[in-house]
């Protein structure tokens, strides 16, 4: 994008006239209500927003109520706040309230370390974030249609843009008619050529956009299988270190962590991090080191070959390395409550599901789970839903929530915390309509109103492909290193003359990072962290094969 518009608002023109830079195009105002003047022409010239700066301190609108107003017009435009060091804690609220991307203290000299590195950075994210109002890619579907969510979820978290249309209403429908279809027959995919596709595999969609799905190679020096923050990491350091890298994720990458409305504690950005803008990140990097990533691949079975170590593949290939990093990470443990599963996808979702929040607007979302994941999700749906119930089994959240996003939940009026309180059963008639909650300590129950259920409890590795080759607790995450010597051998089957290094699993030269691994640190920094250390630990076992 050439000269991509900023709008900078602050009443003292100096600070306006220093943001400028002769690279961009600038449009100055003095205050809000001018700069709002000046953002509907830009609207009504059909120009697009990058970026919007403005002065905390102003008269009549400060730079959060402007800014707030703003969104309804360039909502994908990237928000700045500019404060003096008194004003931080206000900025830093505004993170909650605006989505706020950065905030700078003035003054910013020089402007080339604390101005500049910041914008360029910001343009760049707006640049990669698709504009659903110049997609091509076009979805069909029943709002309560559990393939219609998985068609729109997979494009989404491979950030993949697409337009979202009902069945039933009227470009849908003829859409649907051009197509020779029903809404019995959604979800339908229309592909830039025009082309309908009727409940896509994940794979037909992938390759509609542009995804890799298939090996160009039959033979690598890394293979990594799982696309979350351990398995890119090791992806990214394992391609710029000159190996031949190939990563296998079976739906999009990004795992659970890319499913993150916010990540506000990983190290380096303080104003937090979505999911998917880290996932982009470190995937672009990844590929621009050399690293080949294949998307909707699922891995079936890994066998040992003499000194080669093999990935079947369920579309019945396979990929051959010298090494591989098993980086699955782990799932959302599933409900067991009565009728729950028939709504998965139609008011039952397991994880953040970000695509679905628009359309909680002015309702009551649940949320059952304690942990990280639930608190962000509860903090992002709080923007758009009536009031967000969270449903904690024990009686608060300190026992493993980060003290940060308690805070944060305290202060949004519209969050409700249920202590000693479990999903047992939901009802509906087509999608969840109703749910019934117990008291986890008297087993009393009460039925309410309910169309939105977020469940992120649990921990499952998914393992299962590896039963019998790999060593696993009783849990089924993956053992490695020192826990596979701990009563005083090694493993069974092993025959080098050293133990298992940290990561090494108990077949040599399969390694394990990330949540998959037995006794791991559930963070992101640590998953990432760990695919680094196993590419450290790649080079070491190659050097003594």
Not at 77 to 88: C, F, M, Q
Not at 362 to 368: E, H
Request: net charge negative; with cysteine; charged share 20%.
């Amino acid at each position: 994008m050439v000269n991509p518009t900023i709008l900078s608002v602050d009443d003292d023109p100096a600070v306006s006239r220093a943001v400028a830079r002769d690279r961009y195009r600038i449009v100055r105002a003095l205050s809000g209500g001018d700069a709002l003047d000046a953002l509907r022409e830009i609207k009504l010239r059909g120009d697009r927003l990058a970026l919007m700066l403005a002065d905390y301190r102003m008269p009549h609108m400060n730079g959060i109520e402007f800014l707030e107003a703003a969104m309804d017009l360039f909502p994908l435009a990237r928000r700045v706040l500019l404060t003096a060091y008194s004003d931080t804690e206000a900025a830093i609220d505004a993170i909650n309230v605006v989505d706020l991307d950065h905030y700078l203290l003035k003054p910013w000299s020089p402007p080339e370390q604390h101005l500049y590195p910041v914008i360029d950075n910001l343009l760049e994210l707006w640049q990669t974030t698709p504009d659903p109002g110049e997609t091509q890619i076009r979805v069909v579907g029943h709002r309560w249609s559990a393939p219609s969510f998985a068609v729109r979820d997979f494009l989404t978290r491979s950030l993949v843009p697409y337009r979202w249309l009902l069945s039933d209403e009227p470009e849908g429908q003829r859409l649907l008619a051009a197509a020779g279809l029903t809404a019995a027959d959604v979800p339908l995919v229309v592909t830039p050529e025009g082309k309908p596709l009727v409940s896509p595999t994940e794979r037909e969609l992938a390759a509609q956009a542009g995804l890799s799905t298939l090996p160009a190679s039959d033979f690598y020096d890394l293979a990594v299988v799982g696309g979350g923050p351990a398995g890119l990491g090791a992806a990214v350091y394992g391609a710029s270190e000159g190996l031949r890298t190939i990563l296998v994720e079976e739906r999009a990458t990004g795992g659970q962590a890319g499913q993150s409305s916010r990540i506000e504690n990983y190290l380096g950005f303080p104003d937090g991090v979505s999911g998917s803008q880290l996932t982009d990140r470190a995937r672009r990097q990844a590929l621009k080191f050399g690293a080949e990533i294949l998307s909707a691949q699922r891995v079936v079975a890994l066998e040992e070959a003499g000194a080669g170590r093999v990935l079947h593949l369920g579309s019945e290939s396979s990929i051959a390395a010298h090494t591989v990093v098993l980086a699955t990470g782990v799932s959302y443990r599933r409900l067991d409550g009565t009728g729950l599963e028939e709504f998965a996808g139609a008011g039952v979702f397991y994880g953040s599901a970000v695509t679905e929040a628009p359309s909680c607007s002015g309702q009551d979302v649940y949320i059952v789970g304690g942990a990280n994941s639930a608190g962000q999700a509860a903090v992002h749906f709080s923007r758009y839903a009536r009031r967000v119930h969270v449903l904690v089994r024990q009686g608060d959240l300190t026992r493993s929530m980060s003290s940060y996003l308690i805070d944060q939940i305290s202060g949004i009026d519209a969050i409700e915390i249920h202590p000693w309180t479990e999903v047992s059963g939901g009802a509906g008639d087509g999608h969840l309509q109703r749910l019934t909650l117990r008291d986890s300590r008297s087993g009393a129950e009460h039925t309410v109103d309910a169309s939105w259920l977020f469940v992120f409890i649990g921990a499952e590795p998914r393992t299962q492909w590896l039963e019998g080759v790999v060593a696993r607790d009783e849990h089924g995450f993956v053992v490695t290193g020192p826990d596979l010597v701990a009563g005083g051998g090694r493993p069974a089957g092993w025959q080098l003359p050293r133990d298992p290094y940290h990561l090494e699993s108990s077949v040599p030269g399969v390694f394990a990072a990330g949540d998959v691994r037995s006794s791991s640190v559930k963070r992101v920094a640590s998953a990432v962290g760990e695919g680094a250390m196993a590419v450290s630990l790649v080079h070491r076992y190659l050097e003594a094969q």
